[in-house]
T-cell receptor, first 111, second 108 residues
Framework: DAGITQSPRYKITETGRQVTLMCHQTWSHSYMFWYRQDLGHGLRLIYYSAAADITDKGEVPDGYVVSRSKTENFPLTLESATRSQTSVYFC??????????FGQGTRLTVV | GQQVMQIPQYQHVQEGEDFTTYCNSSTTLSNIQWYKQRPGGHPVFLIQLVKSGEVKKQKRLTFQFGEAKKNSSLHITATQTTDVGTYFCAGDPDKLIFGTGTRLQVFP
């Protein structure tokens, strides 16, 4: 199916563990983004990518790692999860200067 | 770095009243986009403004882009309960930095 999908939808992990959130889009959009959404903070950009093998830091990149070996995938890894990374994570994709399409989100809880 | 602020943070209105949210950027924007996020949902694109002073309408929604391309507004006429959600502006198309959002609650 065409679109942008995130997995898992829900995840509970322990402090210190590594966890990877997946994002896959079928439009071949050049741009992909990762955001976290917390109450009172809106949507904050973690990392973005302009094309395969090109990634750049956003507003809140510390504690996160991304890669983009293929245009359609943009995984986000928390190398050593902390409680402060409990949040809802959204992935999005777009062409430059065009509307962004968002995934359904991943609700991550770090205990 | 670029900052995009929105006011108000929250707005509660009676159904039928008008609503306006304002978006202000610390830097000049090449364009601005508006998104709506329903409770429990994901952001959905509403519109994009590109030209200085541009005004666009979508039924009861009116969007404006400031002359200096550093601010924008969204005005909803005669709100309905279906307008409930959080409205975000977003600028800087390659980074897509979002504003802080305005949460709209509409009471019937």
């Amino acid at each position: 199916d065409a679109g942008i999908t995130q997995s898992p939808r829900y995840k509970i992990t322990e402090t210190g563990r590594q966890v990877t959130l997946m994002c896959h889009q079928t439009w071949s959009h050049s741009y992909m983004f990762w955001y976290r959404q917390d109450l009172g903070h809106g949507l904050r950009l973690i990392y973005y990518s302009a094309a395969a093998d090109i990634t750049d830091k956003g507003e809140v990149p510390d504690g996160y790692v991304v890669s983009r070996s293929k245009t359609e995938n943009f995984p986000l890894t928390l190398e050593s999860a902390t409680r402060s990374q409990t949040s809802v994570y959204f992935c999005a994709s777009s062409w430059l200067g065009s509307e962004a399409f968002f995934g359904q989100g991943t609700r991550l809880t770090v205990v | 770095g670029q900052q995009v602020m929105q006011i108000p943070q929250y707005q509660h209105v009676q159904e039928g009243e008008d609503f306006t949210t304002y978006c202000n950027s610390s830097t000049t924007l090449s364009n601005i986009q508006w998104y709506k996020q329903r409770p429990g949902g994901h952001p959905v694109f509403l519109i994009q403004l590109v030209k200085s002073g541009e005004v666009k309408k979508q039924k009861r929604l009116t969007f404006q882009f400031g002359e200096a391309k550093k601010n924008s507004s969204l005005h909803i006429t005669a709100t309905q309960t279906t307008d409930v959600g959080t409205y975000f502006c977003a600028g800087d198309p390659d980074k897509l930095i979002f504003g802080t959002g305005t949460r709209l609650q509409v009471f019937p």
